[in-house]
């Protein structure tokens, strides 16, 4: 045999066990995905029933639901977007529309994509000391706070880049017929990414509805359903956290129940914010 | 393009109806209610890291640099040391980046080169969805799925092989209960690839195609490709990517929370359970009777807070040094 086969025998070699560990490794990133939503299919249908959406979490052993976690997760995370999103979209305004190549668009931008996978857990710690610790006990309040920092770097990210994706031409379209600058944003520039800046949005909604550990020492949890936002508020993670761990058979079916409802909440707003951005560019 | 232009219309038609002042208060209004926005960022920012420097005093002054060097974490006697935390978070994170970076790589490999065009979508599309699946989704499943399997098969199996060897052997000792150092790493590897993927297909992206041609053209490998054109001019882009990546590890908390045991023990076994400094904060803070217990796990939030903003700012600072905008 000679040099020059042998080479290309080896370089054949290492291509063949090359695509095939890639084939693998793609395998096992579809399997664990595969294999999660069988889990969370299997054991959360079979625990899902009427009662869950119409009882309030039970004591260990007895009947009882969700409820008091599906509504507290919901009043949380929609304050908490409620707040996030002006402050948000104003925020990307300014560094799509008037910070753009300054030094201080620049910082606030690094700053934002730090913050954007920054650990939810510290901004429980901080959301403790500035709304629980001063007041002196947790309310809901607190962890609709902590949810809506979490979901403001999300909501300022896609803002810019969406009104960035805006032609220059409509603005000097705007500007040329004598619109002042705020006019052309409000009036073109808004409307023009409107879809873009919901996409966003649905994002900051999938984010936030599955964190837990902001939660932890903000929202604290509540056995009972409450209307007061201001007392301990459940919530569908924590709540599954609490019973996940729990030796108790009825609490972990619930926990199942719960994490079943948090993930297709959280995929179907994923797809959803998805379809919704193809759409718009 | 109608929207538009009528849009512009009625822009014109209503200011012309305005004195010529009002619009422009109402500008400097505008903007200043978006900078204050922006602004708001940068002040939270420094909140965050005012409010864990000040209120971790109580700690830092009580136990000074011992607290980094010791791992007695007594709430009893009142004496804390951050060692186990610290040591599991490192460890936790060590084994998730040689699980979930190699993984990482085969995928966008298969995806940059290997994948027929029709599946290309979809499959991104999965394995971003796999992104997307809620920490504690992670943490329950490595519970109830992989930490019985780990125990059942993946561990009897490495104590039996590796055991036996001398200083390898030390890493797979102890009963094997399936939760514990390696089980929480292997999650958190599973839960990065997605990430480090994502921003790897992105800079891959940007690679000049005229580059890769050339590379086909001389009679290159698909692998040759991949491992001698595209990753070196990507390179910086990729180690961004990576970096992401490890902020992500280190300061994941549900998932960990769940499988590590919460041991606040020194201990060389990857089959032990431990404890990191995000699963600390989540399972005793809320239970931190006094102020120093709970200046205790401030300065351990700090520690984190510092540790990963660190790798996270480095990581941005690579990505925007390799040109192309990456979205994560």
């Known amino acids: 045999m000679t040099p020059d086969r042998s080479i290309l025998i080896q370089r054949r070699v290492v291509e063949r066990i090359s695509v095939g560990l890639a084939w693998l490794a793609t395998l096992i990133g579809l399997a664990v995905l595969a294999l999660i939503l069988f889990e969370l299919l299997r054991r959360g249908i079979s625990s899902l029933r009427v009662s869950t959406f119409l009882q309030s979490t039970p004591a260990p052993g007895e009947a009882g639901g969700l409820l008091n976690a599906i509504i507290g997760s919901l009043v949380m995370t929609g304050l908490a977007i409620v707040v996030a999103t002006p402050i948000g979209v104003a925020a990307g305004t300014w560094l799509a529309e008037y910070g753009r190549d300054r030094k201080l668009a620049a910082i606030i ?25 001063t007041v002196g006990h947790f309310s809901g309040w607190a962890g609709a706070i902590a949810l809506g920092l979490i979901a403001l770097p999300v909501i300022v990210r896609t803002s810019e880049d969406m009104m960035n994706l805006i032609p220059e031409s409509l603005r000097e379209a705007g500007m040329a017929v004598g619109a002042p600058r705020w006019k052309v944003i409000v009036s073109i520039v808004y409307r023009a990414s409107f879809s873009g800046i919901s996409t966003g949005i649905l994002l900051a909604v999938a984010r ?18 409450t209307s007061d936002i201001n007392q301990p508020t459940s919530s569908l993670p924590v709540v599954i956290f609490q019973f996940a761990m729990s030796p108790y058979e009825n609490w972990q079916q619930l926990a199942w129940a719960g994490a079943l409802l948090i993930s297709v909440t959280v995929l179907v707003l994923n797809i959803l914010a998805r379809s919704l951005a193809r759409r718009s560019t | 393009m109608g929207t538009q232009v009528e849009a512009v219309a009625e822009a014109t038609e209503s200011d012309g109806a305005m004195p010529v002042r009002r619009p422009l208060m109402t500008e400097g ?46 709430p009893v006697k009142q004496v804390f040391g951050a060692l186990a935390p610290i040591f599991g978070t490192l460890v936790t994170s060590i084994i998730a980046m040689l699980v979930g970076v190699p993984l990482a790589f085969g995928v966008t490999f298969f995806l940059a080169e290997l994948c027929p065009f029709a599946l290309r979508g979809p499959l991104s599309v999965a394995i971003e969805l796999l992104a997307a699946v809620p920490s504690i989704i992670f943490g329950m499943w490595g519970l109830f799925v992989l930490a019985p399997f780990m125990a059942a098969h993946v561990q009897p199996a490495l104590i039996a092989l590796l055991g036996p060897i ?34 790897a297909r992105q800079v891959i992206a940007t690679v000049p195609p005229m580059l890769r041609e050339a590379a086909f053209g001389v009679g290159a490998t698909r692998w040759e490709v991949f491992r001698r054109v595209l990753v070196p001019y990507a390179s910086k882009g990729l180690l961004g990517g990576v970096m992401l990546g490890l902020g992500r590890a280190l300061g994941e908390t549900m998932a960990v929370t769940f499988v590590i045991g919460n041991s606040h023990r020194l201990s060389a076994s990857l089959f032990a359970a431990g404890t990191t400094i995000s699963a600390s904060l989540a399972n005793e803070f809320t239970e931190a009777e006094s102020d120093l217990y709970q200046s205790s796990l401030l300065e351990l ?21 390799s040109g192309g905008k990456v979205k994560v």
């Open chain 1, 208 to 225: 936030i509805s599955g964190e837990t550990a902001p939660l932890l020492f903000t929202a604290l949890n509540n056995q009972f359903l």
């Open chain 2, 301 to 321: 939030g700090l520690i984190l807070f510092v540790l990963t903003f660190a790798v996270l700012m480095a990581a941005r600072i690579m990505l925007a040094q």
């Open chain 2, 29 to 74: 209004l505008f903007r200043s209610v978006t900078l204050a926005a922006a602004a708001f960022l940068l002040l939270s920012l420094a909140g965050i890291a005012l409010l864990l420097v000040v209120q971790s005093q109580l700690s830092i002054r009580a136990f000074g640099i011992h607290f980094l060097l010791t791992d007695t974490w007594n």
């Open chain 2, 166 to 199: 001398p200083v390898i052997g030390k890493l797979f000792q102890g009963p094997p209960f399936g939760i514990g150092m390696l089980t929480a790493g292997l999650i958190l590897g599973v839960m990065i690839l997605p990430y480090v993927a994502a921003v």
């Open chain 1, 109 to 133: 931008r690094f700053l934002n994509d730090t913050l954007l996978s920054a650990p939810s857990i510290i901004i429980g710690l901080f959301v403790y000391g500035i709304a629980v610790r």
